[in-house]
């Protein structure tokens, strides 16, 4: 998205989702370094205004531009790619459907076929991205 170029940043991930009865539309992103709530609010004024002249988003009843924060949801090619080497937490569910975490480092990612390596120390394990509930970047 151009307009967010022109303000330094990266669009991250966009989610169109509803809560209660509303509609929110967030707008996630993020630069080297991180952001702060002072850029959030400046970058919002023109989203909002491209979103207004657009007649495909009728349902728009909130719109939240924040940043991915510290622990990011991994869920597009690109954000595994910008994430190697990095640390991670990976949720999946047991055989019971109890949910558990996995933790190392993200040490490749094939684009091809879904699918990621973890480092987790003392083993290098490979996931598919569709079996996991959640990954994101880990502190």
């Known amino acids: 998205m151009p307009v967010i170029e022109q303000y330094g940043l990266a669009l991250w991930d966009v ?6 009865a509303m509609w929110y539309l967030r707008v996630l ?6 952001l702060d709530s002072d850029e959030c609010e400046e970058i919002s004024k023109p989203i909002n205004e491209i979103i207004d002249r657009q007649d495909f988003i009728k349902n728009v009843d909130i719109l939240e531009v924040g940043s ?3 622990t990011k949801k991994l869920r597009h090619p690109e954000h595994f790619r910008a994430c190697i080497g990095e640390k991670i937490r990976v949720t999946r569910r047991d055989g ?3 949910e558990f975490s996995v933790y190392g480092t993200l040490a490749g990612y094939d684009g091809t076929n ?4 973890i480092d987790c120390g003392d083993k290098t394990e490979t996931y598919a991205v569709s079996d996991c509930v959640k990954i994101n970047s880990d502190l």
């Open 68 to 70: 991915p924060g510290l």
């Open 29 to 34: 992103v993020d630069k080297d370094g991180g």
């Open 96 to 98: 019971k459907g109890k």
């Open 114 to 117: 879904g699918t990621f390596d």
């Open 15 to 20: 989610c169109f989702e509803k809560e209660g």
